[in-house]
């Protein structure tokens, strides 16, 4: 699943508003088809912006970085 970096919402935000004018224009030329792709591809834009949203607001979240404790050199005879 993807996710989507906050610096990106004024686009989905761009995308929201070109989508919501071919919608328009769907309903208007009566494209049943084309209307329920856009309504579900708004729903999955809107989804990932509330997701980004999240994502700002709580920022990311240190998984900090395994420790290898330290091991000494085993000198083997041959």
Not at 59 to 76: A, E, N, R
């Amino acid at each position: 699943m993807l996710s989507i970096n906050p610096k990106m919402l004024p686009r989905l935000d761009e995308l929201e508003e070109d989508l919501l004018a071919r919608r328009e224009r769907a309903v208007a030329e009566d494209w049943r088809g084309e209307i329920d792709g856009l309504d579900l591809t708004l729903t999955f834009l809107r989804s990932k912006r509330e997701q980004a949203r999240r994502f700002q607001r709580s920022g990311p979240v240190s998984l900090g970085l395994p420790v290898v404790p330290h091991q000494k050199s085993q000198l083997t005879g041959g």
